[in-house]
Every structure is written in C-alpha cells, then in structure tokens.
T-cell receptor, first 113, second 113 residues
Framework: SQQGEEDPQALSIQEGENATMNCSYK?????LQWYRQNSGRGLVHLIL?????REKHSGRLRVTLDTSKKSSSLLITASRAADTASYFC?????????????FGTGTRLTVIP | DGGITQSPKYLFRKEGQNVTLSCEQN?????MYWYRQDPGQGLRLIYY???????QKGDIAEGYSVSREKKESFPLTVTSAQKNPTAFYLC????????????FGPGTRLTVL
C-alpha cells in the first residue's frame, strides 16, 4: 500500500505546549500535504510541501520534509484547545499511475485547556 | 458561497437496499473523489473522476457505483452488494487531480439497520 503512517497514533498535551506528529511514506513523491479533521467533519487542507522543499511555515504550523528518509513532520506551536482534531498526511506518489492522494491513518491530537 | 456539499448528513439503510449519497461542488473543479472512513481509520478511496463522463475505481470500489454526468455532481450509490456499508463517507474535489489540494465536503454518516 502507498498509504502513509502517522506517528504517534494519539497525542495528548497541555494548552500552550508544542505538538509534533510524524508521517512516513513508502514511495517517491511530488508533494506531501497535511490535513486536519475535527470529529465527525470533513478534512481541511493545512499545508502543502513539495519534494524539493525542506521546510515550510504557515502561522503556528511548521512542516519539514526529508525525502531521503521518506518522512515528514508537522509541528504546531503554542497549541490551543481548538487545535484538538485528527491530523492526516497525504502524499502525491510518483510512479503509481494513480491520480489521487494517498492518506495516512492519522494522529489524534488532544489539547487540554 | 463556494464549496462542496454532501447530503444527507445522516442516512439509515435497511439491509438489501441501495442508497445514493449526493455530492455537489460549485468550485469549478474538474476532479472529484469519494472516500470511506471507518472509526479511527484513515481514508480509503472508493472512486474518483477527473473529468465528466469518466471515472476510475479506487482501492475499495466493490459494492459501490458512481456517475459523473455533470461537472458539479458526483453521486455515490452504495449497493446491496457492499457487505459492510456502515461508515462515514467523504466527498472531495480538486482543480485537476494529480496531487492537487483536495477540498472536502462535511461527510455523510451511513448506518445499516
């Protein structure tokens, strides 16, 4: 399967702390994206990082990409209770012949007020 | 408002019945997707369509059917051949497919009674 895997599966932190979640994937990629899903809702796109980029920032989000290790990390700084959600990575895999993204299994983040 | 809508939000089906889930977008996107999400799981691709009157099977197409007669609409039918249809169904669209950012609807929760 091309599906990525997030680590950890679940993460619980205090408000104000930083949250880091990781994504590993199996094949070469064109880009990697992170999405957020609140319970019972659709996914919302957070950030896209291309294979030739190593780091990208958006507000309190910082994403890194290491193509040699086939891994990415998402850092949320100064977390808030409203950040409580599941976070998914999705890859645009090269050479699969598919025209879709491959989603990981998600990290469930709980931010305790 | 531009966006992607799904209806109904909740759907109950008796065993042996076919049901159709609606997905409409006014984003002028060419590509549309259907995913299935089971509790605590990632997204699995059912079908996707890159252009009107064309669609491809995803990883778990058995027991499902789709049509793409209009650019704006991509309905999913869950047939009686789908043995375990209880799940959360998400529709998404993207500008052209091929690794583009995907925009998701709010989802439909299907329960088989």
């Amino acid at each position: 399967s091309q599906q990525g895997e997030e680590d950890p599966q679940a993460l619980s932190i205090q408000e104000g702390e930083n949250a880091t979640m990781n994504c590993s994937y199996k094949t070469s990629i064109n880009n990697l994206q992170w999405y957020r899903q609140n319970s019972g809702r659709g996914l919302v796109h957070l950030i896209l990082i291309r294979s030739n980029e190593r780091e990208k920032h958006s507000g309190r989000l910082r994403v890194t990409l290491d193509t040699s290790k086939k891994s990415s990390s998402l850092l949320i700084t100064a977390s808030r209770a409203a950040d409580t959600a599941s976070y998914f990575c999705a890859t645009d895999a090269i050479g699969t012949g598919a025209n879709n993204l491959f989603f990981g299994t998600g990290t469930r983040l709980t931010v305790i007020p | 408002d531009g966006g992607i809508t799904q209806s109904p939000k909740y759907l109950f089906r008796k065993e042996g019945q076919n049901v159709t889930l609606s997905c409409e977008q006014n984003l002028n996107h060419d590509a549309m997707y259907w995913y299935r999400q089971d509790p605590g799981q990632g997204l699995r691709l059912i079908y996707y369509s890159q252009i009107v009157n064309d669609f491809q099977k995803g990883d778990i197409a058995e027991g499902y059917s789709v049509s793409r007669e209009k650019k704006e609409s991509f309905p999913l039918t869950v047939t009686s051949a789908q043995k375990n249809p209880t799940a959360f169904y998400l529709c998404a669209s993207s500008i052209q497919g091929r690794g583009d950012t995907q925009y998701f609807g709010p989802g439909t929760r299907l329960t088989v009674l």
